[in-house]
């Protein structure tokens, strides 16, 4: 639905892809802009419903943004929150399709933050012999894919997993509808044996 540029100034410049009732491509029209960095963006990423945004900038922070507004009637884009990363170039970010994590690449190495609170999950240190050209998560957010010295490596979004069980956890604290409830535990035991499986794999 939506294409984007980044570059030398601070802004993320979002367009959206118009089409017509049966699918013919009517236009390219200037949708919002993601405004707050004080240096230029390296990198953006969308969400798999495009209702949220990362950002990563040369001023050492990646932002998280709310795109699900009605910018044909002026309304901008909710900042979320904002984190402190390292920035070396060339920097990549990529926000998993559940938009529950975000991964930024800089140099050969990978952090990956949770978007509820910012913080820092995990560290994959040196995974590549140069710097990572790029950085990818499947469309079910269970692997991080990055590239770079004619090599892929495939991680487990496990920081996704945990994001996962945090959510379904305080949803079935605040529901009472017994199918819902139930609904929530499934997912929830789905996740911690996800899990297990990973970490009983690395030991």
Sequence with gaps: RFVASCGFTPDVKVWE???G???DFREVSRA?????????????????????????????????WDTDVEYKKQQDPYLLLTGKCEVTEPCRIALSPDA????????????????????EEERFVGVHGQYIADLAFDTTSRYLVSCGDRAIRVFHNTAGYR????????????????????RLEQQISSAKKALAAIYGRKH
């Design 163 to 182: 994001a996962v069980v945090e959510e379904m956890e305080t949803m079935l604290k605040k529901t009472t509808n017994k199918a819902t409830r139930e």
């Design 32 to 64: 919002f802009e993601l405004k707050g960095h004080t240096a230029g963006v390296h990198s953006f990423s969308f969400s798999n419903d495009s209702r949220r945004m990362a950002t990563v900038s040369k001023d050492g922070t990646w932002k998280f």
């Design 21 to 23: 009732k049966s699918g």
């Design 17 to 19: 892809v118009c089409f």
């Design 100 to 119: 529950h994590v975000a991964a930024i690449s800089c140099g050969t190495s990978i952090v990956v933050y949770n978007t509820r609170r910012g913080e």
